[in-house]
């Protein structure tokens, strides 16, 4: 949530399109950086969140009802449904991809077992990173990757061992820095070559066990109260950031402007603005109200709204 705005606004808001304005990546300038901290680096984890919110919601269902598979396919098909109107609103946001592969590759994979799941996820993000250079392309495989890390046991283990945290980010850093240089060679194609989209996976690698460091450290409660509440509301204020986006990218004329201070700052502020919005809402519901519908959807029974509702209809 807090990455993947940074990588949308300049799209959404057609930053820098007017005549004149366009401005060739490199590492002196700021879109430049951008490819090698930011593109790239969050929609791999997002979608990885993805399968993993999937797999959790599929081991829940398993347990307490006949037919976890139907209710499944219900939540994607859901998914689906806010995934198309909301693409004309924001194209190529990462719901459509999210909802279509899921329902063509992790439902399925819910007959398969964990080993062949692992196996068809690396040759999934393997042929992505040859055959196409990444991008969009990364979707099924990060997406059974979460998968498979939920029903090997790893997620919930996160935040618990340091020691594993600290093997997963020297691994991934051994493997960013050299990835990285090769993207710095060709920047200018970053986003569409398979150097740039293996530089995107290690460094999200980096930031993911970082942060599963800092979860093992006194850090964590404060990672929590930063990124808490953001994250029970991520459906919802991934899909309000778009509009929020549109009006100030209108506002603000993005189109026509050149300063990377003011569009970031943009990015920052909307967030900030989320994450009063949904510390204020949570303060009386227990889900963000997309959430909540989701999960009425989902279950065919609506449930409590406020927190100190009980009822279930």
């Known amino acids: 949530m807090c990455g993947i705005i940074f990588v949308n606004i300049g799209p959404l808001t057609g930053f820098r399109t007017a005549p004149g304005l366009y401005e060739r990546p490199s590492l002196d300038n700021t879109g430049g950086w951008l490819h090698l901290l930011v593109q790239q680096r969050f929609f791999p984890i997002f979608a990885l969140l993805f399968g993993v919110g999937f797999a959790m919601f599929y ?22 449904a806010i995934g198309i109107p909301f693409n004309v609103l924001q194209p190529g946001s990462a ?17 398969m077992s964990r080993r062949v799941s692992a196996v068809a996820a690396v040759a999934l993000i393997v042929g992505s990173l040859l055959l196409t250079g990444g991008g969009i392309s990364l979707t099924p495989g990060m997406l059974l990757l979460g998968a498979v890390l939920t029903r090997y046991g790893v997620v919930p283990a996160i935040g618990q061992s340091r020691r594993d945290a600290m093997i997963v980010l020297i691994v991934a850093a051994i493997a960013a820095i050299p990835l990285i240089f090769l993207q710095t060679r060709t920047i200018e194609m970053s986003g569409f070559s398979g150097e740039s989209a293996a530089a995107g996976l290690a460094v999200a690698g980096v930031y993911v066990s970082s942060l599963a460091l800092l979860m093992t450290t006194g850090v964590s409660r404060i990672l929590e109260v930063a990124f808490g509440p953001l994250g029970k509301m991520a459906l919802t204020n991934y899909v309000g950031a778009a509009p929020l986006m549109l009006a100030a990218g209108w506002t603000l004329g993005f189109s026509d402007s050149s300063s990377w201070t003011t569009l970031l700052g943009t990015a920052g502020a909307i967030l900030l603005a989320q994450w009063v919005a949904s510390v204020l809402w949570l303060r009386n519901f227990a889900q963000g109200p997309l959430e909540w519908l989701w999960r009425w959807g989902t279950w065919g029974h609506r449930q409590a709204v406020r927190l100190n509702d009980t009822a279930t209809i």
Not at 59 to 80: G, H, Q, T, W, Y
């Open 95 to 111: 719901l459509l991809p999210l909802a279509a592969v899921g329902l063509a590759i992790l439902l399925p994979s819910t007959w």
């Open 59 to 80: 081991e829940s269902a398993a347990r307490r009802v006949i037919r976890p598979r139907l209710l499944l396919l219900r939540r994607l098909l859901l998914l689906l």
